[in-house]
């Protein structure tokens, strides 16, 4: 596709329901990060992942959060068991290059927005 | 804890005028300093970027002023038209490739 693409668009889920977010990536993009954005706030990051491996899950905010990436390039970032404070838009960004090794453009989608009721 | 802070929250400028952001931070780590544009409903999109041997960049009517030594840096946009109208993140790099983003900045710009 041309852009990064993230689906659903948005979600309503019930508290302590499970739900999984959907991220395609540009294709041959090699570096995918999972950031959070809060009501007004700005992006904070959750995960990183270099094509299948998870490099950085340093911002996941609890062990009710799981990402994967099996084949390096479709991810699913998972939230089990939902809370109301996890309502937030969560997008998804890809950058064609190794993110550690140097700044490469990274490309946001356009988020699900998440709302826990 | 936001290792970059931004300002100010919103400001409203009148078409033709000049629109400034400051944002300021404390990791000497940060190697790249992106600033991102976003539209209600979307993703950011980036703007424009600097290293931090760089002291200005300048791209169209968006530049960026970088002062190393103080830990801040800015954002410029001259002629500010209506189609500017957005919220506006800037960001830092860390060392493992992730982004740290300020809080934005809504800005409208009037006719």
């Known amino acids: 596709g041309a852009g990064v693409s993230q689906s659903p668009r948005y979600k309503v889920a019930k508290r302590g329901q499970d739900v999984a977010l959907r991220c395609d990536p540009i294709s041959g993009h090699v570096s995918l990060f999972w950031y959070q954005q809060a009501l007004g706030q700005g992006p904070e990051f959750l995960t990183y992942f270099q094509n299948e491996a998870q490099l950085d899950k340093s911002g996941l905010p609890s062990d009710r959060f799981f990402a994967e990436r099996p084949e390096g390039s479709v991810s699913t970032l998972k939230i089990q068991r939902t809370q109301q404070e996890d309502s937030a838009v969560y997008l998804c960004a890809s950058s064609r290059g190794d993110a550690r090794l140097g700044y490469t453009e990274a490309f946001f989608g356009q988020g699900t927005r998440l709302t826990v009721v | 804890q936001q290792q970059v802070k931004q300002s100010p929250q919103s400001l409203i400028v009148q078409k033709g005028g000049i629109s400034i952001i400051n944002c300021a931070y404390e990791n000497t780590a940060f190697d790249y300093f992106p600033w991102y544009q976003q539209f209600p409903g979307k993703g950011p999109a980036l703007l424009i970027a600097?290293?931090?041997?760089?002291s200005e960049k300048k791209e169209g009517r968006f530049t960026i002023s970088f002062n190393k030594s103080a830990k801040q840096f800015s954002l410029h946009i001259m002629d500010s038209q209506p189609g500017d109208s957005a919220t506006y993140f800037c960001a830092a790099r860390d060392s493992w490739g992730k982004l740290q983003f300020g809080a934005g900045t809504q800005v409208v710009v009037t006719p």
């Open positions: 600097i290293r931090p041997d760089v």
